[in-house]
């Protein structure tokens, strides 16, 4: 527990959400995520679409909406990550903070077990 503990303090220096999603159940898990993206989680029964969606609703700049969208195109996503390459989504926060969200591949990623790793990092100038 405690290396577990000292891993996500770590973590919380360089990231400010770190979630599993699957792209066949639309389920998320957080490893490691900001209260208000767990609100959205717990309000839509772990289903990261909706929650998502609600997350770029309340804090994603609306000039930045339409390139944020593209993280809920899981087929578009699927083709990236099965030819090797993972996905950035660049946006602003209504706060005017610059975040790039990056999504890998987990390990075992195939057609039938399509589990991503997103990564929220604030963007350094």
Not at 28 to 33: A, E, G, Q, T, V
Not at 38 to 65: F, L, P, S, T
Request: proline content about 3%.
């Amino acid at each position: 527990k405690r290396d577990i503990d000292n891993f996500l303090a770590v973590c919380a220096v360089y990231f400010r959400g770190i979630c599993i999603v699957d792209l066949n159940t639309d389920e998320i898990r957080s490893l490691y995520s900001p209260p208000h993206l767990e609100e959205e989680m717990e309000k839509h029964g772990n289903r990261h679409r909706y929650a998502i969606r609600g997350y770029m609703e309340d804090y994603v700049h609306q000039e930045d909406r339409k390139e944020f969208e593209k993280c809920m195109d899981y087929r578009a996503l699927d083709r990236i990550l099965r030819e090797g390459n993972h996905a950035s989504f660049f946006f602003r926060k209504k706060d005017g903070m610059k975040m790039v969200l990056r999504i890998y591949p987990s390990k075992e990623y195939a057609a039938e077990h399509k589990e991503t790793i997103w990564l929220f990092e604030p963007c350094v100038s």
